[in-house]
Every structure is written in structure tokens, then in C-alpha cells.
């Protein structure tokens, strides 16, 4: 079962983020606007990854952009996160399910990856009371 620091950050990485094969590791990128979100992810993301990886994640700018991003190359984390549910690669959002039970005294982790996704630019929505997972 995940905590709820690592549910959270699976959340963050099923949003606009990526993991990304290089020719000896695997690029971890937290991509977000360098005005709205730079307080967030320099001040929330950056410890969160700290905390439960122990990676400093790097802050980059992008020219001509209003875009930043928070980066390492970690093949150890990727394959965890991978182990979490997270692709590396490209992703298909309608294929993201977290491998983790939602159900229960658990249903803290399922609310940690929803409120880390909803600060990304993605719609949630149940299709059905039965369903276990939101259709992203």
C-alpha cells in the first residue's frame, strides 16, 4: 500500500508530468506555468520527492516560454513509480489506473492521487456508481 506522500506525488506524475527513457536512465519531468505554479512546485513537489526519495529534483526555465520544470534522472525512482501504476513513456490518460486498492481504511491514498491531479489540467468524472477508478 502507498502512504499518502507517495499517492500524492503517483497523482502529480499521472497529470501533465512524464517519465522518460534516455540512453542510461529515465528523465523524471514535473512540467508547470513558471507564474502560477512555481511557488507549488518549488515549495510542495520539490520537498515531497525529497522526502520520499531523497532526490533533489532541479528547476529549469524555459526561454520564450512561461513554462518551468522540476527534473533528475533517476532510473531507481522511475522503475518505482512505474511499479506504482505510472508508464514510462508515452502515456495513454485513459489507460492511467494507480496500483493500489481504493477501497476501505485505505481510501486516503485513492484522495491523495485525486487532489493531485485536480491541480493539473485534467477532468475527473465517475461514469458510474460502480466503478472503482474515475475516468480521466
Known amino acids: 500500500m502507498l502512504t499518502e506522500e507517495e499517492s500524492e506525488i503517483l497523482g502529480i506524475m499521472f497529470g501533465d508530468e512524464s517519465l522518460s527513457r534516455t540512453e542510461r536512465s529515465v528523465q ?22 525529497h ?3 531523497g532526490l533533489e529534483l532541479t528547476s529549469r526555465y524555459r526561454r520564450g516560454e ?30 492511467l489506473i494507480p496500483k493500489l486498492a481504493v477501497e476501505g481504511s485505505r481510501s486516503s491514498e485513492a484522495c491523495s492521487i485525486l487532489m493531485a491531479l485536480s491541480t493539473g489540467n485534467m477532468d475527473l468524472m465517475l461514469r458510474s456508481s460502480s466503478r ?3 475516468r480521466i
Open 28 to 49: 523524471i519531468a514535473i512540467t508547470g506555468n513558471k507564474f502560477d505554479d512555481e511557488i507549488y512546485l518549488l515549495r510542495h513537489v520539490r520537498p515531497l520527492f
Open 51 to 53: 522526502g520520499v526519495f
Open 66 to 95: 512561461n513554462t518551468m520544470d522540476l527534473y533528475r534522472y533517476s532510473k531507481e525512482v522511475a522503475l518505482t513509480l512505474q511499479s506504482w501504476g505510472m508508464p514510462i513513456g508515452l502515456k495513454k490518460l485513459e489507460n
Open 132 to 134: 472503482r477508478f474515475p
